[in-house]
Every structure is written in structure tokens, then in C-alpha cells.
């Protein structure tokens, strides 16, 4: 999925593009409200998230100029502003959602994920949104979730992506080339610790024991494996 950022606060404006594509979403950025519109145009979004100060236009007046003629791409609004009636309005224009700065990490995660869960569950369905099963987890991609049994597990969108790389490729050993070309879709440095990390995170929310993980099993000097029984 693609997410249009629009912040004029360079410093904000990475740490959004950084904390959304360690979620696996692929990020545009513009630094005021005229590029936004431009970007909006040629690049057709999944979703939007809008400051409301930016230079030449206003969030609130590209998100006017949006639901004129999109109704259904979610947009979420990020500010300073914390009145009631900013808000309002800004609900009131269409938006889907509202964080105010400053904001934590986890706090803009949940609330990215919430509004793509909804997102995806209102879009007819489609082969990556098709659930499937991989060890003792019922996996379902429009919910971005997992379940075992009545447990109920979120998951980011790089999460599932990699859980349905080792469904497809269920026991065979898959090389990390091939999880960064699948899963991160972006040039990487060859010694780089993300790929290892975030199976880390992965395996500490999906396995009963992280420490003797029976669905992502570690093949050394190689890569990874699901073996389905």
C-alpha cells in the first residue's frame, strides 16, 4: 500500500516515512498542501495523511479538494492543532481519523493500521486478502490479524507479507534476497540486521515460544523456513 505524507516539519515528516515503511508500507512525501494535490493526482494513494498548517494550501482545503471527487481513499489527520472544533471540522470534511502532535510511535502504528483494516475490508476481495493457514495460526489479511484459537494477534502489513511468503514457499528454505524482494521491495545493504530484526518481532507475537519457534524456523547461514505438517 501507498501512503501520501504531507508535513512541512522535515524533522516530522522522516520520522512518519520511517516509522511507515518499517511497517511495509511504500511512502510519497510533500511539504505543502499544492505538491500534495500534484502527488495525489499522479500517484492515486491508498491513504493520506495530512498536516493541517502547510505552506500554499492547507491540509484541511486538500482534503476538501479530495472528497470532491474520492469518497473512499482514507485520509487521516495529523496536527498541532487540538481544539475540539479542529477536529470536528476536519472530521466533518471526510476524514477518516485524527492524531495530535506530538504523538508516539505505537499511538500513529494502531492508528494506521485501524484505518487500513477498514480499508481493506471494504475493498472487494482479492487473492492477498485471502485467508490462509500457517502452523497453529488462522491468518486474515483484510483484518490484518491473526488468530489462534480466541487469541487474536495484530499484524502490520510487512508482517503479512512475510507470513504468506512462507505460506506460498511452505517447506522450502527461502533466502534473505528473497524475503527483501518480496517483502521489503527496496535496495538494502547487504549486511543489513532488518530482515533478522523483525523476524525477532515477529516470532515474539506469533510462536507459543519464541525461543523454540515451531512456524519460522531459522536455517543457518541461508535464511528461513516454514515445514508444514
Known amino acids: 500500500m501507498r501512503i501520501l505524507i504531507a508535513e512541512d516539519d522535515t524533522h516530522i515528516l522522516n520520522g512518519l516515512r520511517e516509522i511507515l515503511e518499517q511497517e511495509g508500507y511504500e511512502t510519497i512525501a510533500a511539504k505543502d498542501g499544492k505538491k500534495a494535490l500534484d502527488l495525489y493526482a499522479k500517484s492515486k494513494p491508498d491513504l493520506v495523511c495530512l ?10 482545503d486538500v482534503c476538501r479538494e479530495i472528497r470532491k471527487e474520492d469518497r473512499s481513499t482514507p485520509i487521516l489527520f ?6 475540539e472544533i479542529d477536529k470536528v471540522l476536519g472530521l466533518e470534511l471526510g476524514a477518516d481519523d485524527f492524531i495530535m502532535k506530538p504523538f508516539g510511535v505505537r499511538e500513529v502504528v494502531a492508528r494506521i493500521r485501524a484505518v487500513t483494516r477498514r480499508y481493506l475490508l471494504a475493498k472487494a476481495p482479492s487473492p492477498r486478502t485471502e485467508p490462509f493457514r500457517i502452523g497453529d495460526l488462522d491468518v486474515v489479511p483484510a483484518e490484518m490479524m491473526a488468530r489462534r484459537g480466541e487469541t487474536a494477534i495484530d499484524l502490520g502489513l510487512r508482517d503479512l507479507n512475510i507470513l504468506r511468503l512462507f505460506y506460498e514457499k511452505k517447506g522450502e528454505v527461502i533466502d534473505r534476497d528473497t524475503f527483501y524482494d518480496r517483502c521489503w521491495g527496496m ?3 547487504p549486511n543489513s540486521r532488518a530482515l533478522d530484526q523483525h ?31
Open 51 to 60: 498536516d493541517i498548517m502547510m505552506p500554499e494550501i492547507s491540509g484541511y
Open 78 to 83: 495529523i496536527s498541532a492543532k487540538s481544539e
Open 187 to 189: 535496495e538494502y545493504f
Open 199 to 229: 523476524i525477532a518481532q515477529l516470532r515474539k507475537r506469533i510462536e507459543v515460544d519464541p525461543k523454540d519457534p515451531k512456524i519460522i524456523r531459522t536455517v543457518h547461514g541461508v535464511g528461513y523456513q516454514y515445514e508444514s505438517t
